[in-house]
């Protein structure tokens, strides 16, 4: 339920804060007073879309805040639990709406998406504003009141599971014969490639490889030549030189020779008798190396050969040898799916007509229990109707399906019941809508083409009755229910919200003084002229007042004893 509304800045509202109660909760107020700015208001907690144009005149931002008690909504806590926003027995929502064009959404101080916001709005809340009820007239609706009223939502969601599993089969399929018909325009020039490539067979790392080779056989005389001498300088010695291999021998035996004299030089000894065998070590390499040197010219130019290949892939395929692989793959990808055609089609074929079969079975006992809610709804709306004033009405649920041909090229999608191919949509395969007459001797028509305006608020009023039971919807909200309707029939359509409102907490807007006159709590809008500027405010009434607004409803402004007289009886108080 709906503990409180913060409204700051909002249209002619400056600031309003109220507190609401359980039962039914009244609004009335003089044409223009504001009563629809409320709901405009409350409608932007639900998720609607809103304008800067709403932000009250020299201020910059507007605030629309609603505490809403959650204990028995399974489905909001499981929604902030999905949004990992934090989770008490209440839920705040607040909406800021700036001239700046910043808009922003909060749910328990938490930053939140304006969709996120309109699903938790639609489990907290069903508001009908003045042309919101007209949802009626639209039949594809219908479905929906039927299934709320149902309560097969295990039935329905074991369908909707196996339509949308039968749904993504069959988008694969096309996607598959998509590609197919796109890789076999390709398919010479995915072999030739193919081809291409494999006849080169690029190795991963190979042309860092070719590369370090190549620098190598390119210097082959280069080393030789550096390496020789380098041998000469450490080992061998050249052009009447000592080696610095025999420079070592003779420092180290005149340190040994200065280490007997002195003691101090033994550490230098051991020194130059390590740096001794650096040298003969770095020689054999040295040596080791100059003799693996080959000059062969065959070597150089295949490996130039090769990389010349490689490069020329390079710039067909891509700036890398990775990149080439990475394109091969994909032709062999592409060669894969068209060769295995067949093969792949026959698996996705099976698996759509065992799911097909699936979601067959799933529909039929869907549209089953559509059929037995329909019975029990029929009688509900026309009982709630006699009570509401329609005494003659007849109430139809129809429910048909539609053949469907084999193909579903054009996205729409059919399952076999019996021998006919059938349409199927999320929802199943019915097509459910309404149909009354409201007097007697007239033929059920489209409750959108018989149906008054008086007369589709109260249809609305009987199915919501009809739903009162199954609908987990804790608030309901109804602008002008009473619209196109009698004192006597709006003395029936209050006691039909009265009773409502022992399921729900109800909030409605009035003319009537028959329904206001039932309120468990009444309030009164009204608006506030100070000689400079406009404002509409939100005042709860005590008995008393209660009683003098009902008078007003039933007289007019001027307000007579007899008046307060009559609102006191509409209401069943005895003046003390």
Known sequence: MLRSLYIKHYALIEEVKVDFEHGLTILTGE?????????DALSLLLGERASTEVVRAGTEKAIVEGTFEIALTQRVGSLLDANQIDRTDEVIVRR????????????????????????????LVDLHGQHDHQALLRPETHIDFLDDFGGYDKDLAAYRTSFHALAALLAEKKELMEQVLRFKEKKDLNEFQAHEIDAVNPQHGEEESLEAELKILENGE??????????????????????????????RKQIEALNGIDPSFADAAGEVKSAEIIVEELSKFIQSYNSKIEINPEKLEH????????????????????????????????????????????????AIAKERSTCAEAAKTVSGRRREAAKKIEKAVVNALTELG????????????????????????????????????????????FYLSTNVGEALKPLAKVASGGEVSRVMLALKSALAQSDKTPLLIFDEIDVGVSGRIGQAVGLSLKKLSTLHQIITITHLPQIAGLADTHFAVEKIDDGKRTTTRLRKLDVEESVREVAKLMSGEKVTETGLQGARELMGIRKK
């Open 390 to 433: 329609i005494a003659n009405a007849q109430f139809k649920v129809k429910i048909e399906n539609f053949p469907s041909t084999p193909s579903e090229s054009d996205g729409k999608i059919f399952v076999k019941i019996g021998q006919q191919n059938v349409s199927a949509t999320s929802k199943g395969i019915d097509d459910v809508e």
């Open 303 to 350: 490996v130039r050969e090769r990389l010349g290949q490689l490069s020329l892939l390079k710039k067909k395929y891509g700036g890398t040898v990775d990149t080439i692989l990475d394109h091969r793959k994909k032709l062999a990808s592409e060669l894969d799916i068209v060769g295995n055609f067949d093969k792949e089609l026959a698996g996705l074929e099976s």
């Open 31 to 39: 044409t223009g007073a504001g009563k629809s700015i409320l709901i």
């Open 96 to 123: 800021e709406i700036s001239t700046k064009g910043q808009n922003r959404c909060f749910i328990n101080d938490s930053p939140a998406s304006l969709a996120l916001l309109k699903e938790i709005g639609d489990a």
């Open 222 to 251: 280069k080393l030789h030549e550096m390496t020789n001498r380098l041998s000469q300088l450490l080992y061998e010695g050249a052009d009447g030189e000592t080696s610095i291999h025999d420079n070592l021998v003779l420092a």
